[in-house]
């Protein structure tokens, strides 16, 4: 991606919020053509290593923008990216290694302390290869490759995987998903359609997990078009402030629970989201009053939020935009329709038949973006399958114009609510003083809301049982600090952990 953006927009500008942790004397303001020749340098270091093509080279290392440089230079000598999340506990990083079945490992001395006490987990790895940092017992510094002859790319077969990412893992170990340059391709252009109408004029910055396919294709993206970029790993309110400020982008994209931390930003001074024209939103659907502030936030004549509904192992799904006069208006769980020309969309009941409009069943979808497999758990990925058409795992339905509403996971559907989903934006929108919540079921079955409210402040019981008046019945709300709910790595809320942890809660005070 690099080699060939610089060859056409190779003093394009990017914006960084932290230097490189590999090479920090580069600092925060670099260009395509730079970059391109640290993923060209790094790639000859990979190389004159011992990694070679279709090698498994697993990444998991401090959250830095450097995640991406590697994952390039290992795809550049034609070996497989596995992008771990800095987020994963070390018990479960170790799992998904050995998953990968001695991989390359790519870390960093910090990582290893904070991860692993100080000692390298040498014997789930080929090798482990330190980026940053002193060489410790059981790795090689990378740098000691330093000054390799550069090569020449190599270029897999299209259905051949090219990179391995990691499910969200909101119901517990996450699953490796196996992308090909094919099912990549694939996801990329109906988002490169999407953003031609701010090719080269807008700013775009970048503030989501850089283990996620999704960064990918829209770096990709930015880098063909020639887009000035920011890339941001700390996402706190006050540090964006200050870095919007300073770039002004005009598209901004972030994780939809990020989205809720900087409604804060639509009252900062220097209004930092003044120049924004295009909001993009993917991994979860938003809520509306996140969406309202945001377009509010902008001072553009006709700024636009764009919804992508979809999944790690799917890519975009859905489509849809919200104005700012839309915003107010719009029903939360439409989540928009199928993208055209590039998926089908149908909803099935539970004995895989197509069921009526406006009835609820399984979201099924037929795209050429699907991944490979999951890794080492075919008889899993086969169980999604209907012949050609994929199981998404989310219930909802599809109106008389073909529109697509989302209810709930399966796994986490509950029988007394029509929709948790729908619940928690309904309480989202009346309370503003929530910050998260997140409605799963108690140990008899009955709705529980865990709250997370701004500032951890003390739920207000009055305002709480007027919102929920005309609601279903539920238990009564549990308060959580914010950083105590289990999260991934794009912040979503881990429910199936979150209840686990509300049972041992409640087995302990009894």
């Known amino acids: 991606m690099f080699s060939d953006a610089a060859k056409r927009n190779g003093g394009v500008r990017i914006y960084l919020d932290q230097p490189l942790q590999l090479d920090p004397s580069r600092g925060t303001e670099t260009t395509v053509g730079e970059l391109a020749d640290v993923v060209g340098e790094l790639s000859a270091r990979l190389w004159a290593a011992g990694v070679r093509p279709s090698e498994r080279v697993a990444i998991y290392k401090t959250n830095n923008f450097d995640i991406v440089l590697l994952a390039c230079a290992a ?7 596995a992008l771990l999340s800095p987020a994963l506990p070390a018990p479960i990083a170790t799992e998904l290694l050995r998953r990968l079945d001695q991989p390359w490992l790519l870390t960093d001395t910090d990582k290893i302390d904070s991860s692993f006490g100080g000692n390298a987990p040498a014997e789930a790895a080929h090798r482990v290869l330190v980026t940053a940092g002193q060489e410790i017992d059981g790795t090689t510094a990378l740098s000691d490759y330093a000054g390799a002859a550069r090569r020449e790319p190599v270029r897999l077969h299209p259905r051949q995987p090219a990179l391995i990412t990691h499910s969200s893992g909101t119901t517990g170990v996450p699953k490796l ?4 340059g094919d099912s990549l391709w694939h996801r990329m252009l109906p988002q490169k359609i999407m953003a031609w109408p701010i090719r080269r004029t807008e700013t775009a910055a970048l503030c989501m997990t850089f283990v996620h396919s999704r960064f990918y294709n829209a770096l990709r993206v930015f880098l063909d078009y020639g887009n000035p970029m920011v890339i941001a790993t700390d996402h706190d309110p006050k540090r964006i402030a200050r870095l919007f400020a300073h770039t002004r982008p005009g598209y901004v994209e972030t994780h939809p629970n ?19 024209r295009c909001f993009g939103g993917t991994f979860d659907a938003m809520h509306p009053r996140t969406i309202q502030r945001m377009l509010g936030a902008s001072h553009r004549r006709f700024p636009i ?19 700012r006069r839309g915003a107010a208006k719009t029903a939360a769980r439409f989540i928009g329709i199928p993208v055209p020309w590039f998926v089908r969309l149908r909803v099935t009941g539970h004995d895989g038949k197509p069921v009526r409009r406006k009835e609820i069943g399984h979201l099924e979808v037929k795209i050429s973006s699907r991944i490979l497999t999951y890794l080492g758990e075919q008889d899993r990925y086969a169980e999604q399958l209907r012949g050609k058409w994929w199981r998404m795992g989310d219930m909802g339905s599809r109106d008389r114009w073909g529109r697509v509403y989302l209810m709930d996971r399966e796994v986490d559907q509950i029988d007394s609510m029509d929709s948790n ?3 928690e934006d309904i309480l989202m929108s009346r309370l503003e003083e929530l910050r998260e919540i997140a409605i799963v079921a108690g140990s008899s079955g009955e709705p529980v809301p865990v709250i997370c409210t701004k500032g951890e402040q003390p739920l207000d019981m009055q305002r709480w049982r007027l919102a929920t008046s005309d609601l279903p019945p539920m238990a009564a709300p549990v308060q959580l600090p914010f950083d105590e709910v289990p999260r991934t790595s794009t912040w979503k809320v881990q429910r199936s952990e979150l209840t686990r942890l509300l049972g041992r809660a409640k087995s302990g005070q009894a």
């Not at 919804?307 to 890519?315: D, M």
């Open 177 to 180: 998903a196996v992308h090909c």
């Open 75 to 81: 795809a550049r000598i034609g070996a497989v990216p």
């Open 258 to 276: 990020t989205y809720i931390d900087w409604e804060e930003l639509t009252d900062a001074p220097l209004a930092p989201l003044a120049n924004v």
């Open 421 to 423: 989903l729908k619940t």
């Open 305 to 323: 939020f764009l919804q992508l509904y979809g999944q790690s192992e799917t890519g975009p799904v859905c489509v849809r935009f919200f104005t």
